[in-house]
């Protein structure tokens, strides 16, 4: 099988989402031809084996960077695709280059997959707030949530993570194809590290330190166990304020058992999860969290209040799922008998948390995907073609209305318009996915100026308090 993937996320960056994005990649290049496409320092493809990459100069050097889709780099992925030839297109985010190459799919009559690591109705709180208050603005208005419902609508098939995620994707307002697959981790990493030190009583929580993982709660949970008791914080802030928020927090309560780890190499969580005693955890939100998932598959429990994740692995059998408003008092009891468990009761419910995630090997989740693709490549063959003119599952592009999502460039299209291009398009001289393409182009230009300068003014404003 061949399949092209697509992320907005250079390496090591975009969080869980960001490293299943370059895993899946990895995985199903091991029986399977696979083009890669994600943001890069300049526009080049390289080949390895089955693993084709295809990098996109991109500006930004943060978590969110924007491709430079202009002419020339959208002529040079368009001709590595042709000479890929892709049985189908898998996207991990609706960004640029996935609605680039979703135009490039339906046009060509290739089934398009996207992946939705994020509850759609809620899209602006999974951490574009916290990297900028006016970008979790604009991802929460009505002309970029039409622009994601148009994507979404324009999928041949969605995955979802689990039911809670299935769920939000349909009141969104999808109507179409959704399979359940869950996020695949390499659980040998995990599940061959002895753990050491069962005597010592180590919490961990690893991820970003974020609002909504609301580390603040098990800062205040510290405060009820012994000074014995450690807590390790591992992952980068991404907001400053919230930040100093907790470090004032910690001072406060002179809580010198708690430590901030920062950001450390993926390849080090497993050490982090070998010491640890309990993952603890009191995030408002979780899709599916890669660090619980790794955490069950090291044999460590955990404990946390509810979330997408923490309903869908944890029970009394593995660690301890408390009600939303749980006072930090009561989560620290349960901590605590856990952590004076006997050996053999604590052995008991690592055995039980590394079960829960026996499903999850990227060797079992390949084998997921492609099955949902197989099945979206056989159903596209008997569907009606759209004005394209190719196969595809619906024709909802041409309900896609321009003056919705970009009405300054769109006023001169009114109906009129259509009609002329409409004849152009008969005549061979104009096609109306180029001018899809044309507006792509024009779109990126504009929200990375856009993103330039929010990010230049936020970090002069921290310059200047500093």
């Keep these: 099988m061949r399949v092209v993937f697509i992320t907005m996320f250079t390496e090591s960056m975009g969080g869980g989402l960001g490293r299943v994005a370059y895993e899946i990649v990895e995985a199903f290049a091991q029986k399977h031809k696979v083009l890669f496409i994600h943001p890069g320092e300049r526009t080049k493809k390289t080949i390895r084996g089955n693993l084709w990459v295809m990098e996109v100069e991109s500006r930004g050097k943060s978590e969110i960077v924007i491709p430079d889709l202009n002419f020339k780099n959208i002529k040079f ?77 324009n999928c041949d098939g969605v995955i979802a993570l689990n039911k809670r995620a299935k769920k939000d994707i349909l009141e969104f307002g999808y109507k179409g194809k959704i399979f359940l697959i869950p996020n695949g981790r390499n659980l040998k990493t995990y599940q061959t590290r002895e753990k050491k030190g069962l005597k010592d009583k180590i919490l961990v929580f690893i991820g970003y330190l974020t609002r909504r993982k609301n580390q603040r709660y098990l800062v205040e949970v510290m405060r009820y166990l012994p000074g014995d008791y450690t807590l390790k914080l591992v992952g980068p802030y991404i907001d400053e304020k919230y930040f100093a928020e907790l470090e004032n927090l910690v001072k406060k309560y002179k809580l010198e058992n708690v430590c901030f780890i920062g950001k450390v190499p993926h390849e080090r969580v497993p050490e982090f999860l070998a010491e640890a005693r309990v993952f603890v955890s009191s995030s408002k939100m979780e899709v599916q969290s890669l660090s619980i998932i790794e955490s069950l598959a090291s044999g460590t429990p955990v404990v946390g209040l509810p979330n997408e994740t923490i309903d869908e692995f944890i029970d009394a059998s593995c660690g301890y799922n408390f009600p939303k408003r749980t006072p930090p008092k009561t989560f620290a009891l349960k901590v605590k008998e856990i952590c004076s468990l006997s050996e053999s009761s604590y052995r008991k419910l690592s055995d039980n948390a590394k079960k829960k995630t026996l499903s999850l090997d990227w060797s079992k989740v390949v084998n997921e995907t492609r099955k949902a693709y197989w099945e979206l490549i056989e159903s596209y063959k008997s569907q009606k073609t759209n004005f394209f003119g190719v196969k595809s599952k619906s024709s909802s592009f041409s309900d896609f209305k321009l003056e919705e999502f970009f009405p300054k460039q769109a006023r001169i299209f009114n109906k ?44 002069l404003k921290s310059k200047v308090k500093l």
């Design 416 to 459: 009129n318009n259509w009609q002329d291009l409409d004849s152009l398009e008969k005549n061979k001289m104009v096609d109306k996915s180029e001018l899809y393409i044309f507006l792509l182009i024009v779109s990126t230009f504009l929200i990375g100026s856009f993103y330039s300068l929010i990010t230049n003014i936020e970090g």
């Design 77 to 153: 992925i368009f001709r590595n695709l042709g000479k890929f030839s892709p049985e189908v297109v898998h996207a991990q985010d609706p960004g640029p280059l996935s609605f680039l190459l979703q135009l490039w799919a339906k046009k060509n009559g290739i089934p398009f997959v996207y992946t939705s690591h994020v509850l759609p109705t809620k899209t602006g709180d999974f951490g574009a707030k916290e990297l900028s208050g006016k970008v979790g603005k604009l991802l929460d208005s009505k002309i970029v949530r039409k622009y994601f419902l148009n994507f979404f609508n």
